[in-house]
């Protein structure tokens, strides 16, 4: 075991200048703690619980959206208490919530989202699921450790009018819930005619009023390409379909994307977030969760999967987004990206590791460094542009 001097900081990540709070954050945000790892936490909350603000903690690991794994970890190893039994964590029936609560609104979720699969396996609609639904039960396996929220549809464009009387019949209808909550309500015109115009590879969502308290509404996310339009990437829908994997989500026969297609869509959409107008402005476009979802998949993937889908960033020149994920990825968890997958996606150019609003149309540089903004909601007010994307903050 790790003696208290060697423990002044917990150095998990390669970033430096964190504060206490950011250190345990990230030395709790990984998929799972070893004998050693949990000793060292043990021994850091030790020698510096009292100097930890718990407050900016708590609030970090909600804005990361990480609280529920951090919960987890905090308590089925009871690190909230010294080998003594001291208590070195404050309100440790917090953490017990936060975990709990995210399993009982992720199975409720699971029971409608369930519905809605049935729906479309009894449809002629060819689908895949993407992201959250498919994370959470198959790579983090845990229900209540990675918060969903929507459930993200891939198929044809073909095929959407099928999948609009599916859902119509389940409830639900493009919109958005009211302020009060009671009611979905249609999108303004200009939202509308936005979506239309110029997000062609998505939809509106379909919304249906929550009939639970822990959750406000039930979101179907549609998506025809992976990529946005003004990338002019042209991916086909077919092929990404052809490629998928039969699984089970929520007990119920499914499909998802083919791992190699995952990494890529992973990779594609760290870079996208993390500098689009649209994501920065609402808060999240740097999330440690999106970097853990990374991990996660790099866990899983084979020499040969990591080849099929090195052919996939070549095929759409996404080079420079593989490499960007990958790199800061690296930062929070060097011991799970390895140095050698980074730099083999090493473009000859660089500095735009250190720009923003390039898929806006526009370039610009951030006046700090990576390891500043990521835990700063304040990176916000240096933003020298604005997203044209009317409607709220959370849909694309």
């Not at 936060?98 to 002629?124: K, W």
């Not at 835990?375 to 020298?384: I, K, L, M, S």
Request: aromatic share 10%.
């Amino acid at each position: 075991m790790p003696d208290e001097a060697e423990v002044k900081m917990l150095d998990t990540s390669s970033l430096e200048g964190l504060r206490p709070e950011h250190e345990l954050l990230l030395a709790l945000s990984r998929p799972r703690l070893g004998v050693d790892e949990r000793k060292r936490i043990r021994l850091f909350l030790t020698t510096h619980s009292e100097a930890i603000e718990w407050g900016v903690f708590i609030d970090q690991a909600c804005r990361h959206m990480v609280m529920p794994l951090v919960a987890r970890h905090l308590t089925q190893f009871r690190l909230t208490l010294s080998d003594e039994g001291k208590p070195l964590v404050p309100y440790r029936w917090l953490y017990t919530e936060a975990y709990e609560g995210s399993r009982r609104r992720n199975l409720v979720l699971a029971s409608e989202y369930a519905r809605v699969l049935h729906a479309l396996n009894d449809s002629a609609v060819r689908y895949l699921i993407r992201k959250g639904p498919v994370l959470g039960e198959h790579f983090y396996h845990d229900l209540a450790a990675r918060r969903i929220s929507n459930l993200d549809v891939f198929m044809q464009r073909a095929d959407y009018p099928l999948l609009q009387q599916v859902l119509a019949d389940l409830g639900y209808q493009v919109g958005e819930l009211t302020p009060n909550g009671s009611r979905i309500v249609p999108f303004d015109r200009r939202t509308e005619l936005y979506w239309k115009v110029n997000l062609t590879n998505t939809s509106l969502p379909h919304a249906r009023v929550g009939d639970h308290d822990t959750v406000e509404s039930y979101l179907v996310s549609t998506m025809f390409s992976l990529f946005q339009p003004m990338l002019g990437i042209r991916d086909d829908a077919d092929e990404v379909l052809d490629a998928s994997v039969a699984t089970t989500l929520y007990g119920v026969p499914a499909r998802m994307l083919h791992l190699a297609d995952q990494l890529l869509d992973s990779c594609f959409q760290i870079h996208l977030r993390a500098t689009l107008f649209y994501y920065i402005e609402s808060g999240k476009d740097l999330l440690v969760r999106n970097f853990l979802d990374l991990v996660h998949l790099l866990m899983k993937a084979t020499p040969d999967c990591i080849e099929e889908f090195r052919g996939r960033v070549e095929k759409f020149d996404l080079t420079k987004s593989a490499y960007y994920s990958l790199h800061f990825t690296r930062q929070l968890y060097p011991d799970l990206v390895p140095e050698r997958l980074v730099e083999s996606f090493r473009p000859a150019d660089t500095s735009y590791l250190e720009e923003y609003g390039a898929f806006d149309g526009d370039r610009y540089t951030w006046n700090r460094r990576f390891a500043e903004r990521l835990f700063d909601p304040r990176r916000r007010a240096e933003v020298a542009g604005r997203s044209k994307v009317p409607g709220p903050r959370s849909m694309i």
